[in-house]
């Protein structure tokens, strides 16, 4: 079992920042990949970063240049910093762990970015 705990969420201003966090516990050396998604109103939820045990990390295209995923493990914590907001990144941000065949996932922090 894994559990997570995001935080960092907030109202802010377009083009501002924030950083994202998510803390992980139980079972965190089975943690293959961990990943932060969102989910904005009306819409499906999808995938935004991904990270490895190795440190590989991965965007998708839109989130590039803007998002950056990072992890520190001796801290069982996973991170997302992100800058130039925009209105269109408003949504709940989810952190999950994939551990096995299994994906766990955090409850959510929201994002909301005013124009």
């Known amino acids: 079992q894994v559990q997570l705990v995001e935080s960092g969420g907030g109202l802010v201003q377009a083009g501002g920042s924030l950083r994202l966090s998510c803390v992980t516990s139980g079972s965190t050396s089975s943690i293959a990949v961990l990943s932060w998604y969102r989910q904005a109103p009306g819409k499906q939820r999808e995938l935004v970063a991904s990270?490895?045990?190795?440190?590989?990390?991965n965007y998708v295209d839109p989130v590039k240049g803007r998002f950056t995923i990072s992890r520190d493990s001796a801290k069982n914590t996973m991170f997302l910093q992100i800058d130039s907001l925009r209105p269109e990144d408003t949504a709940v941000y989810f952190c999950?762990?994939?551990?096995?065949?299994?994906?766990?996932w955090g409850q959510g922090t929201q994002v909301t970015v005013s124009s």
């Open positions: 999950a762990a994939m551990s096995g065949l299994r994906r766990y």
């Open positions: 990270i490895s045990s190795s440190g590989r990390t």
